[in-house]
């Protein structure tokens, strides 16, 4: 009968817990996430991406040699801040680099659970779109990892994951950098 009660929102004090109890976390040092189930082969699949992704040409962007090219289709009238234009090019990639060291470090078997922030999905998408866009440019060097399908599985469960109403607090301490 105490089920047919709790469904119905009847109920006794002292039912369902501690009556009276409730804590307030600091949202200073907490935030809302979403875990996820993780293999260690597919967080390593991300690293080894990480890691392609950084040895071809497009991976580190001399602001130098991007002024000169600036300069040669814009004249040198032309007035971009080469620093930021870089900064800006590899912002997908030291995000995704922040997310994966975090988990990476965290996972202390061969299956276990990440935490995921609102955002994160997306700045994982938006580097390995880049690094697909890469793979398929002719005149980039940069060929995906052979295991690459374990990062794009990890992708789809991060998106399955992200795709639901339930979230967890945890401390901050346990997050990448935002």
Avoid at 23 to 38: G, M, N, S
């Amino acid at each position: 009968m105490r089920i047919v009660d709790l469904m119905l929102g009847k109920s006794g004090p002292g039912e369902h817990g501690i009556e009276g109890q409730s804590y307030t976390l600091p949202k200073e040092t907490h935030d809302f996430v979403y875990p996820i189930a993780v293999r260690r082969e597919e967080v390593d699949a991300f690293g080894d991406l990480l890691e392609a992704a950084g040895d071809g040409p497009s991976g580190e962007t001399d602001p130098e040699e991007l002024q000169a090219v600036i300069d040669e289709v814009g004249g040198e009238d032309a007035d971009i801040d080469t620093d930021a234009l870089v900064e800006r090019l590899q912002r997908p990639q030291n995000a995704a680099a922040s997310v994966i060291e975090t988990w990476s470090a965290g996972l202390e078997r061969d299956i276990g659970v990440v935490y995921a922030r609102r955002g994160t999905r997306q700045v994982l998408v938006e580097f390995v779109k880049r690094c697909k866009e890469r793979d398929e440019d002719q005149s980039d060097s940069f060929v995906l990892p052979e295991n690459f399908q374990d990062a794009a599985a990890l992708l789809k469960r991060l998106e399955e994951g992200t795709d639901t109403q339930y979230r967890a607090v945890v401390h901050t301490d346990l997050l990448p950098e935002e």
